[in-house]
T-cell receptor, first 112, second 113 residues
């Protein structure tokens, strides 16, 4: 079963616009990670935010985490055509389990 | 450093057959995890190996098994293939610490006919 749920399922934006996607999860976490996947290929790690962090930046990416609401958001600023991909949030539980539980993903299409 | 490699990249098998997929992690990484990705179920965790021991297991039937060698390379095996096993199988390596990200390979696309 999937731990996280992304919203929206799909997003279409114009190049240069910002893209925001949200992730909700169910159990207590050690950290939350965002990954990108291009057209059925392997996943690329984007950013990791720990449970004691509230916001993190990496280049054009901004991630927030609200553990009280069990939710996270990923913002991609000034989007480019190359940002067209599926984006997944994944959680690592606070328990001793070492595994990523993925959400269903958000498919982002950036129009030129 | 070289990335995570998976072989083969594509595979076509017939129902009832078995298959073995291979994964070579990033040098120095001791943890290898396997995931199954399908359009219907999304990304599902299969199992994780750390220092040749299975440390975590997902909710898959016993037909799915794996192992890890002393050089951290890992294999997963699926026996008695079913049509529903058609999927992209992804391997990921990491240091083994839960606080760090996983690095994914390109995947093996398995088609069962």
């Amino acid at each position: 079963s999937q731990q996280g749920e992304e919203d929206p399922q799909a997003l279409s934006i114009q190049e240069g616009e910002n893209a925001t996607m949200n992730c909700s999860y169910k159990t207590s976490i050690n950290n939350l990670q965002w990954y990108r996947q291009n057209s059925g290929r392997g996943l690329v790690h984007l950013i990791l935010i720990r449970s004691n962090e509230r916001e993190k930046h990496s280049g054009r990416l901004r991630v927030t985490l609200d553990t009280s609401k069990k939710s996270s958001s990923l913002l991609i600023t000034a989007s480019r055509a190359a940002d067209t991909a599926s984006y997944f949030c994944a959680t690592v539980p606070r328990s001793n389990d070492y595994k990523l539980s993925f959400g269903a993903g958000t498919t982002v299409t950036v129009r030129a | 450093k070289a990335g995570v490699t998976q072989t083969p990249r594509y595979l076509i098998k017939t129902r009832g057959q078995q298959v073995t997929l291979s994964c070579s992690p990033i040098s120095g990484h001791r943890s290898v995890s396997w995931y199954q990705q399908t359009p219907g179920q999304g990304l599902q965790f299969l199992f994780e190996y750390f220092s040749e021991t299975q440390r975590n297991k997902g909710n898959f039937p016993g037909r799915f098994s794996g192992r890890q060698f002393s050089n951290s390379r890992s294999e997963m095996n699926v026996s008695t293939l079913e049509l529903g096993d058609s999927a992209l199988y992804l391997c990921a390596s990491s240091t083994g610490d839960r606080s760090y990200e996983q690095y994914f390979g390109p995947g093996t696309r398995l088609t069962v006919t």
